[in-house]
């Protein structure tokens, strides 16, 4: 399990370095060969990972609501003072102590699965589109994907903002070196706009692992540690409301949360195809990805006070303002870039909804927008590949001369707006019915993105796609028009056949982050007011039979509809009703969801 | 009379690795002119000769240093203890860099003196972190100076090169003079030149007697020793002189007179401020708003300034302001738990002399015997004609830039961590609040212009892609430095525990 851990890290790792070295010798054709040899392995790495993973004790008590699995950790360096300095306070304090944690828990391995099939994806399309330097692109590629994964399996803060600041690098070169016309400017704003917020995200890091350091904890930036310590002795409420204000600037930069947003066509649109899908699939995911890992455990009082308002109205205006920018869109691939602001939307919507629905569905949301995303700038890119424009209006009735790709487009279109029976509806709905139990009105105002998603959508398809055949004027010395190659379906169909699987049966999925979205949503469990306790459990008892989904919240601000495991205070007196509803419970979210309640319905 | 020998073989024995560097710089100086005949003609190859002795030279006392392991010794003219070790560590290996930097920057004929006179400034950088006596200290700060003006004129000989030289000359002697006004000073309080005799002395009087007296003091030796570290407003000369200087006097400059001010700053501020504890940097309130405004201020002019610079060289001086004042912060802050801005500081010194040398190194190595990399212009393409190089001094920009896995950022988040652990209040803020929030200000300007050459170097195509270039003769002491440079900053991040264990 270790070193199958490790070995995804070092695998992509260790290609890209023999990529970067070899790359005056290396042809094209070795170079790409190599590559997909590299990203292949470390996609069977991931899934034999996570069939290791089934193995691992899920249940039991828990003693912090961030906790891997399974975990490695080596020892980084530490910070103390020369015992000489016997006088001052110095040698009293504890050392602060580094250390590398990598572990694997039920959200990570989900995402490090999606990683490793969109790099494998990213590879096959760049196969032919990627001539210059073929080997550094690759190089670049693997590279992103061990940051990636470094990102995901971090289970300690530095070690997290070291991977989290290191995929600006590659993905720089991605743009910079093979992007479009803009790709310079593109670049560069990409990397100031990202590497600007998450310096703040450090100064914030940074002062939260000097207070836990003050209060005596031995690893300061380990996350479970932290984690539980927060649970533990609460920090002050304006102290959580700083540190949460700064740590989530480079995390919503990154989504990218509303006003923040405007990195991310421009990069979008100027990166290769591969770069986009990495972008889209994963980057995007880093942000959303740090609040539901840092923020949201450890700062429960900031995310009710001020990241719930916050968040949710940014959200809102992401969703509704990205889906209007999309429709206004004549460049597909920038209408899916602005679809993404609205899809992320609904993910940061979820996660703020701060219980179990919410946060089950933002992590799917999570997973689904990077496949299906994913999957959409991979057909963008084939049909660039194919025409050298990406224009609307330049671009008419491609069905007749691409059925398989139109076909393919149309499926992975319907996954994104949402089709029930598809992946994107599973996502959406959980993270809006999450949502509508803490604060429906924000529920509501979302649910119109899903209508617009709907509308650009499919004016996008219907332009591109169906009607008079337009295309645009074909050179003589090209090679004709050709549909689907073999490569690209392998890249495109296992990501649609994962679009079709979530939709139909999202309960494996959900039963495997069950467990460590539970866990966060204990730390705000804790939170209630004891009457409302009461109201929660009654509700989660309601939830456990699993006959009314849609229990009337006894309060709009703060029901706890599934039930949590422990937190910590709890695991200690096991409450009967608690214990019950433990049991009844393991699949609650995935029944509920697998009956499909036509109520959200647009 | 055998005491006094007695004396003399004591004092010198804590300084052994000086001794044999001396031995070398003597060598050089006496053979060198021999082997040049009275017209200045000098048998081809000769520098490399030079080179290897001044290396043997500097592995000898390196071995010295390093077998004799960190002593505690104190007294008479010279002391031993853990910051000595870890300057003399910092100074001897940053010198084997700097040696080959220098290798081809110097013609045949001058190359003896060239290497005397780097070894001597190295030699007396050790000096000054030995010194535990007011007189000592100054003539070990001279030892730097003295060579380092010689080196200037040495290593480029043009009107622009002189320029650049009388002008480092003319302030710096004007600094000297200040530092030592600041020494006479303390000798006033104190009646002594000798280390621990003044803090004996300041700590048995009246309390607050002299206090005015000391705060002179501690302003001047600030002024004066500022200087050397570049920090503003005592900046003005490093861009002119940066500009008008070679390659390897570049690389020099931004790293050594660093050290060096450093140094002798967490020597004799706690003097000057009559702190009490022998080797802990405590800075008073007053002494942490003078270090501190100071400190904000270098980074911000430095950064600032930097944005806009056309000339390479110009451009890595204000870069090295701007680190001036990013390692000012750790001596604003001084010895507080749980993490010492001193010891934040020296770790910092070692990751930026890696990587400023990495990219003066990689600069020459870029070009060879051919006219030297300078204007920015000069980097585009420079990816696809030599990648290798390309991507290393990369590697050297992100790690000034202080992103990760370079050694740069873990120096910026010691230095994080150290600022923001300072308690002290000024008014209703927290001073390390306020300067752990300029850095990342800092932190975020400075990406700019980093981010600015590596674009320049891999998204831009070649200025003339069809001009003949003509072969180019590979340059291979610089680029082994600029190897040594950027896989050792990678490697400082991945395994820092053993600095910090040194500096400790």
């Given at each position: 399990m270790s070193s199958l851990l490790l070995s995804l890290l070092f695998v992509p790792l260790a290609a890209a370095l023999l990529l970067l070295v070899g790359r005056s010798f290396l042809s094209q054709g070795a170079a790409r060969r190599f590559a997909l040899a590299a990203s292949v392995v470390t996609l069977l790495l991931s899934l034999s990972l996570g069939n290791e993973f089934r193995h691992l004790p899920s249940g039991g008590p828990r003693l912090?609501?961030?906790?891997?699995?399974?975990?490695?950790?080596?020892?980084?360096?530490?910070?103390?003072?020369?015992?000489?300095d016997t006088n001052s306070a110095a040698a009293n304090a504890d050392p602060l102590n580094f250390s590398f944690v990598f572990g694997v828990d039920g959200i990570s391995l989900t995402l490090i699965v999606l990683t490793a099939l969109l790099t494998v994806s990213g590879v096959l399309i760049s196969w032919e589109a990627i001539r210059d330097r073929a080997s550094g692109f690759y190089a670049c590629l693997l590279l992103l994907e061990a940051a990636l994964m470094g990102v995901f399996m971090a289970f300690d803060l530095v070690l997290f903002y070291v991977f989290f600041e290191f995929t600006l690098v590659p993905l720089f070169f991605m743009i910079g070196i093979w992007g479009?016309?803009?790709?310079?400017?593109?670049?560069?704003?990409?990397?100031?706009?990202?590497?600007?917020?998450?310096?703040?995200?450090?100064?914030?890091?940074?002062?939260?692992?000097?207070?836990?350091?003050?209060?005596?904890?031995?690893?300061?930036?380990?996350l479970p540690a932290l984690a539980r310590w927060a649970v533990e002795h609460p920090l002050k409420p304006e102290w959580q409301i700083a540190l949460f204000l700064a740590i989530s600037v480079g995390f919503m930069v990154k989504v990218p949360v509303f006003p923040l947003h405007t990195w991310l066509p421009?990069?979008?649109?100027?990166?290769?195809?591969?770069?986009?899908?990495?972008?889209?699939?994963?980057?995007?995911?880093?942000?959303?990805?740090?609040?539901?890992?840092?923020?949201?455990?450890?700062?429960?009082?900031a995310c009710q006070t001020v990241g719930v308002p916050l968040m949710a109205i940014l959200a809102v205006a992401g969703i509704i303002y990205g889906s209007l920018c999309a429709l206004a869109q004549r460049d597909i691939k920038k209408l899916v870039a602005y679809s993404s602001v609205a899809h992320l939307g609904f993910c940061v919507l979820?996660?703020?909804?701060?219980?179990?629905?919410g946060i089950s569905g933002g992590v799917l949301q999570m997973i689904n927008h990077g496949l299906s995303t994913g999957a959409l700038f991979l057909l963008v890119g084939m049909v660039y590949d194919r025409y050298h424009t990406r224009q609307l209006d330049d671009l008419g009735g491609l069905a007749a001369r691409l059925p398989l790709i139109a076909a393919i487009f149309?499926?992975?279109?319907?996954?994104?707006?949402?089709?029930?029976?598809?992946?994107?509806?599973?996502?959406?709905?959980?993270?809006?019915?999450?949502?509508?139990?803490?604060e429906p009105i924000y529920a509501v105002l979302g649910t119109a993105g899903v209508v617009l998603g709907a509308w650009y959508m499919l004016t996008m398809l219907q332009h591109a796609f169906f009607g008079q055949l337009h295309e645009p004027l074909h050179g003589h010395g090209e090679p004709p028009i050709r549909d689907l190659t073999f490569r690209e379906a392998v890249a495109v169909v296992p990501i649609g056949a994962l679009c079709l699987w979530i939709g139909v049966t999202p309960g494996p999925l959900l039963e495997i982050i069950r467990p460590d979205v539970d866990a966060v949503v204990a730390v705000y469990d804790e939170y209630l007011p004891p009457n409302e306790r009461v109201a929660a459990k009654r509700g989660r008892m309601q939830d456990a039979v699993g006959r009314e989904h849609f229990a009337p919240a006894p309060s709009g601000t703060a029901f706890i509809p599934m039930p949590s495991p422990r937190a910590p205070k709890i695991a200690s007196l096991p409450h009967p009703a608690l214990e019950l509803a433990r049991v009844e419970t393991p699949s609650s979210s995935a029944s509920a969801t697998r009956l499909s309640p036509p109520a959200t319905e647009r | 009379m055998p005491e006094a020998i007695a004396q003399i073989r004591g004092t010198a024995g804590l300084i052994v690795p000086e001794i044999i560097l001396l031995a070398a710089v003597c060598a050089l100086f006496f053979?060198?002119?021999?082997?040049?005949?009275?017209?200045?003609?000098?048998?081809?190859?000769?520098?490399?000769?030079?080179?290897?002795?001044?290396?043997?030279?500097?592995?000898?006392?390196?071995?010295?240093?390093?077998?004799?392991?960190?002593?505690?010794?104190?007294?008479?003219?010279?002391?031993?203890?853990?910051?000595?070790?870890?300057?003399?560590?910092?100074?001897?290996?940053?010198?084997?860099?700097?040696?080959?930097?220098?290798?081809?920057?110097?013609?045949?004929?001058?190359?003896?003196?060239?290497?005397?006179?780097?070894?001597?400034?190295?030699?007396?950088?050790?000096?000054?972190?030995?010194?535990?006596?007011?007189?000592?200290?100054f003539l070990a700060l001279e030892l730097v100076s003295i060579p380092t003006y010689v080196l200037l004129y040495l290593g480029r000989r043009d009107r622009i090169g002189g320029e650049a030289t009388l002008k480092y000359f003319l302030l710096s002697i004007f600094s000297s003079a200040i530092v030592l006004y600041g020494m006479t000073w303390v000798y006033g309080v104190a009646g002594n030149t000798n280390f621990t005799a003044i803090r004996e002395i300041l700590a048995a009087r009246v309390p607050h007697t002299a206090d005015g007296l000391l705060e002179v003091a501690f302003a001047l030796l600030v002024a004066g020793l500022c200087f050397r570290i570049a920090a503003v407003p005592f900046h003005f000369y490093a861009p002119d002189v940066f500009q008008g200087t070679t390659a390897s006097n570049a690389a020099l400059l931004s790293l050594v007179p660093k050290v060096v001010g450093f140094v002798a700053l967490i020597r004799l501020l706690p003097l000057a401020s009559a702190s009490e504890s022998w080797q802990r940097l405590l800075p008073e309130f007053n002494a942490k708003l003078l270090l501190g405004s100071l400190a904000v201020v270098s980074m911000f002019v430095g950064n600032l300034l930097a944005l806009r610079q056309k000339h390479l060289y110009r451009l890595m001086a204000y870069s090295s302001i701007a680190h001036a004042g990013y390692m000012l912060i750790?001596?604003?802050?001084?010895?507080?738990?749980?993490?010492?801005?001193?010891?934040?500081?020296?770790?910092?010194?070692?990751?930026?002399?890696?990587?400023?040398?990495?990219?003066?190194?990689?600069?020459?190595?870029?070009?060879?015997?051919?006219?030297?990399?300078?204007?920015?212009?000069?980097?585009?393409?420079?990816?696809?004609?030599?990648?290798?190089?390309?991507?290393?001094?990369?590697?050297?920009?992100?790690?000034?830039?202080?992103?990760?896995?370079?050694?740069?950022?873990?120096?910026?988040?010691?230095?994080?961590?150290?600022?923001?652990?300072?308690?002290?209040?000024?008014?209703?803020?927290?001073?390390?609040?306020?300067?752990?929030?300029?850095?990342?200000?800092?932190?975020?300007i400075s990406a700019y212009y980093y981010l600015r050459l590596v674009a320049l170097m891999f998204l831009e195509p070649a200025a003339q892609p069809d001009a003949p270039v003509a072969p180019l003769r590979f340059a291979w002491a610089p680029w082994v430095a600029g190897v040594a440079c950027s896989l050792g900053s990678i490697a400082i991040f991945i395994a820092p525990q053993w600095l910090w264990d040194s500096i400790r």
């Open positions: 912090s609501p961030v906790e891997p699995r399974h975990a490695i950790s080596y020892h980084w360096f530490n910070l103390n003072h020369a015992a000489s479009g016309p803009e790709r310079r400017y593109a670049a560069i704003k990409f990397f100031l706009y990202t590497f600007a917020g998450s310096v703040v995200t450090l100064l914030g890091l940074v002062s939260l692992v000097l207070a836990a350091s003050s209060a005596g904890i031995a690893t300061p930036t380990s421009l990069a979008h649109v100027e990166a290769p195809t591969a770069g986009s899908v990495m972008l889209a699939g994963v980057l995007l995911k880093l942000g959303t990805f740090g609040l539901l890992r840092i923020c949201l455990p450890l700062f429960p009082h979820g996660l703020f909804a701060l219980n179990s629905a149309v499926f992975i279109t319907m996954s994104s707006i949402g089709l029930p029976g598809l992946n994107g509806f599973v996502g959406e709905y959980l993270s809006l019915v999450g949502m509508f139990r803490r | 053979l060198g002119p021999l082997m040049v005949s009275g017209s200045g003609e000098a048998p081809a190859g000769l520098r490399n000769r030079w080179g290897w002795l001044s290396l043997f030279a500097l592995a000898a006392a390196w071995f010295v240093w390093y077998r004799g392991g960190p002593a505690d010794v104190r007294g008479g003219l010279f002391q031993l203890d853990g910051l000595v070790w870890y300057a003399r560590g910092l100074t001897l290996s940053t010198g084997f860099l700097l040696i080959l930097v220098l290798w081809n920057q110097i013609d045949d004929s001058h190359a003896a003196e060239a290497h005397a006179c780097l070894l001597s400034i190295l030699m007396g950088a050790n000096l000054v972190a030995a010194a535990n006596d007011l007189i000592a200290m750790g001596l604003t802050v001084g010895d507080v738990a749980p993490v010492s801005g001193r010891e934040a500081l020296l770790f910092y010194l070692a990751t930026y002399g890696l990587m400023t040398i990495g990219v003066f190194a990689l600069l020459h190595a870029a070009t060879g015997d051919r006219p030297p990399l300078q204007a920015d212009d000069d980097l585009r393409g420079l990816a696809r004609q030599q990648p290798m190089n390309a991507l290393l001094l990369a590697v050297c920009l992100f790690s000034l830039t202080g992103l990760p896995p370079t050694a740069g950022f873990l120096g910026k988040f010691n230095l994080f961590l150290a600022a923001w652990a300072d308690g002290t209040m000024i008014g209703e803020r927290i001073i390390g609040h306020v300067l752990a929030i300029a850095l990342a200000i800092n932190a975020a």
